[in-house]
């Protein structure tokens, strides 16, 4: 099961809006709504943001939000702030009923 | 509020084996619905799943160590474990034990084990 595509990264200014982008196949991003974001800053586990595509876990603020197309899923993070500065990490359910993450994302906020 | 912590050796030897335990508390292992996965991060890299157990006793594992690993629970403990044998020196890395139910909702602190003679 080859890894999920990120870009290695991404930069905003404050206030802005930056999307992420985390492509699959078929048989895992494309095939599946079992999509999840995960938020992971230095030295501390990952923490999750988004699951099953679009939904929030509670606690996690409004500004976070998930899409899907196709093969590629997306995070999108609007209103970028300080705290937002960190790893970004996309998981999907695959057809072998396992699961499989992108290389990840570093986010700076400029 | 569920919490997992890993413990177990932070040092093994190439070709040994690499054993690790997750203990939940503040919840079951034995709540069905949720599956009970093991996840590493080698130092400054990705996340790599390793493989689920259910609490009946059913696991899948990353193809690319399933000759290598074996996860086991432990109810009576509201435990699961983790083995990897034939370890290198690739095998270095943070190992976490998580909670799958939406996504990886739970996971624990992360415990570093180096692969080292």
């Known amino acids: 099961q080859s890894a999920l595509t990120q870009p290695a990264s991404v930069s905003g200014s404050p206030g802005q809006s930056i999307t992420i982008s985390c492509t699959g196949t078929?048989?895992?991003?494309?095939?599946?709504?079992?999509v999840s974001w995960y938020q992971q800053r230095p030295g501390k586990a990952p923490k999750l943001m988004i699951y099953d595509v679009t939904n929030r876990p509670s606690g996690v603020s409004f500004r976070f939000s998930g899409s899907k197309s196709g093969n590629t899923a997306s995070l999108t993070i609007s209103g970028l702030q300080a705290e937002d500065e960190a790893d970004y990490f996309c998981?999907?359910?695959?057809?072998?009923?396992?699961?499989?993450f992108g290389g990840g994302t570093k986010v700076t906020v400029l | 509020q569920v919490q997992l912590q890993e413990s177990g050796p932070g040092l093994v030897k190439p070709s040994g084996t690499l054993s690790l335990t997750c203990t939940v508390s503040g919840g079951s292992v034995t709540r069905g619905s949720y599956y009970w996965s093991w996840i590493r991060q080698p130092p400054g890299k990705g996340l790599e799943w390793i493989g689920y157990?259910?609490?009946?006793?059913?696991?899948n594992y990353n193809r690319s160590l399933k000759t290598r690993v074996t996860i086991s629970v432990d109810t009576s403990k509201n435990q699961f474990s983790l083995r990897l044998s034939s370890v290198t020196a690739a095998d270095t890395a943070v190992y976490y034990c998580?909670?799958?139910?939406?996504?990886?909702?739970?996971w624990g602190q992360g415990t570093l084990v180096t692969v080292s003679s």
């Open positions: 078929i048989s895992d991003v494309g095939g599946y709504n079992y």
């Open positions: 157990i259910y609490y009946s006793g059913t696991t």
């Open positions: 998981s999907s359910h695959t057809s072998s009923s396992s699961w499989v």
């Open positions: 998580a909670r799958n139910y939406n996504g990886f909702d739970f």
